[in-house]
């Protein structure tokens, strides 16, 4: 009894944080299937990301060969840091210096997707808006004091926050973001900033699951194979039975 009271504390307590969001998350759209968009995402994830965040049970070489890029132009495109195709996806921050610069270590992100759901990723990247009181003159409305600068604005461009006066139930009112606007354009449109976004989270999600792609084709294939057995193996077990009486 008390391990289940324990248990849907922890489902609950889920609940009410999965909820701090004042709306509704919009959904990333990703396509597993989209190579191309794979492809991109891994290039942004290398030029953006990496330097920062691992993905540690990740090899270079097994995206080169899932997205069918050779490994002269894996190394061109992904390692800028002297490690081999075959080499895991590490980072030479120390924990250290990542405490110092930023307060806490970015995390690894072999398993963010499956941790934090691909639409909170795709929220989480175009939501940081200019907040000077932080240390990089960066806040996030779905990370609230976020430690990670904005690494993508010269691509988004800034945005700021638009709030509105909410009244609490103790009488208290507060300011609650109601929305973000884009005041400094980046490079790219916001169309295409969010195509950048569903790229990254595309690659993230792969990561999270290299073999999924597969697992689901393979997996459609088993299905079949036991449709037809059942079938077999009705008219095999009417065969059988047949001569015994009732
Ligand atoms: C300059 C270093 C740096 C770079 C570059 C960087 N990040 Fe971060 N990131 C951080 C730090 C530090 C945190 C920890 C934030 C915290 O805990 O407050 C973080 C946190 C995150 C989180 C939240 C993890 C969690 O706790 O759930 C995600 C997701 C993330 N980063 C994704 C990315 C992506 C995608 C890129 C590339 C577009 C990127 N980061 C580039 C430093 C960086």
Redesign the pocket.
Known sequence: MKNIAALLLVLFSNIVMGATTSHALEAANIDPDDTESLKRGAK??A???????SVALMRYSRVGSDLGIDDVTLEDMMIFTGAKVGDLMQIS?EAED?KQ???????D?SV?AR??GVD??YV??RSFYKDESRPWGVNNEV?K?????H??WELQGLQVATYNDVLGDDGVSRKLISGLKLVEPGKVTPDEYNQV?RD??NF?HYVGEPAKSTRLQLGKWVILYLALFFVLMYFVKKEYWKDVKK
């Open positions: 942004y994830f030029d953006y990301c990496l330097n920062c965040h921050l990542a610069w930023f307060g806490t270590k970015p995390p992100l963010i941790s934090r909170w990723l989480f990247l990370f004091d976020v430690a990670m600068p690494v993508l976004v990254i989270v993230l």
